[in-house]
């Protein structure tokens, strides 16, 4: 697809992410702000940006003084990157950080939901993408170094209870209260670690103590998805259980987030019989198209999913979400102009 193509294709898929309608906030907001700032950013655009920063203004006057705990999914990241060029947008991000500094802790892990019935010992893996690489970059923003050493603090904690040492794949949720993960390896979920630890690390200071065991990490969950894709291009919705049906959002993240891996040096040597990063990368980015609709909208996209038994995830039906259009913008993005995102970051 050429270049002129491929970003008609994308101004369709950023068309269709906007007429979502969007809360302030759901774990799907991060993703997608941040797909339609990368729409902005590659295409100059300007009213991508601007339904961004009409959902933060929202927000922002929607709330006084301190901010509730439902509010740790707010999209951190593209918050920052409003606030790079306006910086009345770090106040709010600044309020944002200090959320996760209040998060009381159980069992040595920061929980998200003190305040909700049934869930207040639970963590979730989707918060290893809202929460570290916002932290890290909030460091960057603030020149605050203590920023980063939370974000690492606080990711070191979720991975130790979320992480599935015998596979190196993240398991959905964990009630940090009995030390028990639900054990599914959810294909999505392992979307939002990878994309959120691929983040943290971009943003971290290459020096920082913690950095090295995160790399790891990433590195060995990394290679565990890569032998898991379908040759289809795509992931099942529980990896390791080819009984269920193939779902089209974790081809949509790891077609963007695996190159981003690579190019920061991530992916680590190749393995015997290991399928190369940017090959599953390029299988992945091709199925995620081939799952677009003609209005631009990425089918087979499941529903927003609960922690639960492996039914809960065979059945959860199928349909069109920003947790599906976001990354794919990134991914069509990137193949415009590589990480023109990230210029001028600080």
């Known amino acids: 697809m050429g270049a002129i193509a491929l970003e008609e294709v994308l ?27 990368a729409a902005w950013r590659v295409t100059g655009q300007t009213h991508y940006r601007q339904a961004v920063e009409e959902l933060f203004t929202r927000w922002r006057e929607a709330r006084r003084g301190e901010l509730p705990f439902a509010d740790h999914v707010t999209p951190g990241v593209p918050l920052l990157i409003l606030a790079r060029d306006d910086a009345t947008w770090l106040t709010a991000a600044l309020a944002l ?50 920023w980063a050493d939370l974000a690492v603090e606080q990711i070191t904690a979720y991975i130790r209870v979320l992480l599935d040492q015998g596979t190196g794949l993240f398991c959905h949720g964990c009630d940090v209260a009995t030390g028990r993960p639900n054990g599914i390896r959810w294909g999505r979920g392992n979307g939002w670690a990878l994309l959120g630890l691929v983040d943290l690390l971009r943003f971290l200071p290459a020096d920082h103590a913690g950095g090295e065991w995160l790399r790891s990490v990433v590195r060995r969950q ?11 291009g795509h992931w099942h919705t529980v990896l390791d259980r080819p009984d269920t049906y193939l779902e089209t959002s974790v081809a949509a993240m790891m077609a963007w987030a695996v190159p981003q891996a690579v190019r920061l040096g991530l992916a680590g040597p190749e393995t015997s019989g290991q399928q190369a990063p940017l090959a599953a990368a390029a299988r992945a ?53 590589p990480d023109r995102l990230w210029e001028g970051l600080w």
């Not at 009381?104 to 305040?115: F, I, K, S, T």
């Not at 990394?222 to 289809?232: E, K, V």
């Open 97 to 146: 950080g200090d959320l996760f500094r209040r998060m009381p802790v159980v069992g040595g892990v920061p929980v998200h939901r003190p305040d909700l019935e049934g869930w207040t010992t639970h963590v979730w893996v989707d918060c290893l993408y809202t929460d570290g690489a916002f932290l890290a970059l909030l460091a960057r923003a603030t020149g605050d170094r203590s």
């Open 11 to 37: 101004r369709r898929v950023a068309r269709q992410t906007l007429a979502y309608p969007y809360k302030c906030w759901g774990y799907g907001e991060a993703i997608a702000t941040l797909g339609l700032l």
């Open 285 to 337: 980015y091709d199925a995620a198209l081939s799952a677009l609709d003609a209005q631009g909208n990425l089918t087979g996209v499941s529903e927003a999913t609960p922690v639960g038994d492996l039914s809960a995830y065979t059945r959860r039906p199928t349909g069109v979400f920003p947790w599906g259009q976001g990354p794919l913008l990134l991914a069509m993005a990137d193949r415009i102009a």
């Open 222 to 232: 990394l290679h565990a998805l890569l032998r898991l894709q379908d040759p289809s």
